[in-house]
């Protein structure tokens, strides 16, 4: 009898230590998620921290602009852009943080070649749940494949920075200035036909990127 019984214990004491060796094997083999490598990234300045709305007074936002330092691609503008947003989040802590990623310093506020947003709360940019696909509750990113001609940057930056001087004469119009007097004036300054310019317009890409921070 007493044979049968420290058989028993001896089995139990046998399974035990296997059941906790099994849990330490898994424990010890399992990897740590992979972090995405950003390997298109490139170096870029941050321009300053501009306003974004938000309707949720408990919810920190944040917004800046950035230029990088070479980016010329469809990749290197959307993980530049991610890059910057993942910095700026493990520095600042936001609920929501943006990028905007633009051609150049005289441009901001204007267009952009990139947009990166995470919310690290999972409601996305309009701080709601349910009213965004699972993946871009955290992450929306996009990007332009096709950067401006030096022409179409030459017409924004004078574009941009002359809206001031024409106001609109037109109580009607949707616009707070007269486009075709500022029109006119970019065609003189640049001395190209008046019917080549027009604001740039640019057409952008989703990025997939869903790496939780």
């Not at 300045?45 to 602009?65: H, P």
């Not at 749940?129 to 871009?136: I, Q, R």
Request: charged share 25%; glycine share 4%; aromatic share 12%.
């Amino acid at each position: 009898m007493r044979d049968r019984k420290a058989m028993r214990i001896l089995q139990k004491v046998v399974l035990a230590l296997a059941i906790i060796t099994l849990v330490l094997s898994v424990g010890c083999n399992a990897q740590a998620p992979e972090v995405t490598e950003l390997s298109h990234a490139k170096t870029y300045q941050v321009l300053g921290e501009g306003n974004i709305a938000n309707e949720e007074a408990d919810r920190t936002v944040g917004l800046w602009f950035i230029v990088p330092e070479d980016a010329a691609s469809f990749e290197e503008y959307a993980q530049t852009a991610i890059q910057a947003v993942r910095d700026l989040y493990y520095l600042y802590e936001r609920d929501f943080t943006s990028v905007l990623l633009i051609p150049n310093e005289n441009l901001e506020y204007a267009l952009y070649y990139a947009q990166a947003n995470y919310a690290a709360d999972g409601k996305g940019a309009l701080g709601m749940t349910g009213s965004t696909p699972a993946n871009e509750g955290y992450w929306k990113v996009r990007a332009t494949d096709q950067p401006l001609t030096e022409q179409e940057l030459a017409i924004a930056e004078l574009w941009f920075e002359k809206i001031p001087d024409f106001p609109s004469k037109d109580p009607a119009s949707s616009l707070s200035y007269d486009g075709e007097a500022l029109r006119q004036y970019v065609a003189d300054t640049l001395d190209i036909p008046y019917d080549d310019v027009s604001f740039p317009q640019i057409d952008y890409i989703e990025y997939e990127y869903n790496e939780r921070l």
